[in-house]
């Protein structure tokens, strides 16, 4: 199996920036993809950026498109999300997520989350 860790989280002003990072163990070999989810006080988890693991392909919500950037270290099995422009709505707890199948967007393991906070 594969462990997800989060890690980087914290306040940070309107229109600041901040970068998340996650790190797998385990069957990492395995990898496909990973990706960031976040959910915000009384709403549900919804998706924010996914990366192919071996080819760097990536994928964006559209709430975040040209604000975040997702990349990833294979040496390191670490995945990061760079957040610029950040806002207010941005604020949730943000969850790392890995997948070992066939579809590099589809995970089965998952972080315990790290909280991020926008002030305005």
């Known amino acids: 199996q594969v462990q997800v860790v989060e890690s980087g989280g914290g306040l940070v002003q309107a229109g600041g920036s901040l970068s998340v990072s996650c790190r797998a163990s385990?069957?990492?070999?395995?990898?496909?993809?990973m990706g960031w989810f976040r959910q915000a006080p009384g709403k549900e988890r919804d998706f924010v950026a996914a990366i192919n693991w071996s080819r760097g392909s990536t994928r964006y919500a559209d709430s975040v498109k040209g604000r975040f950037t997702i990349s990833r270290d294979n040496v390191k099995n670490t995945v990061y999300l760079q957040m610029n422009s950040l806002k207010p709505e941005d604020t949730a707890v943000y969850y790392c997520a890995a997948g070992d199948g066939l579809d590099w967007t589809l995970y089965n393991y998952w972080g315990q989350g790290t909280q991020v906070t926008v002030s305005s």
């Open positions: 385990g069957r990492t070999f395995r990898l496909s993809g």
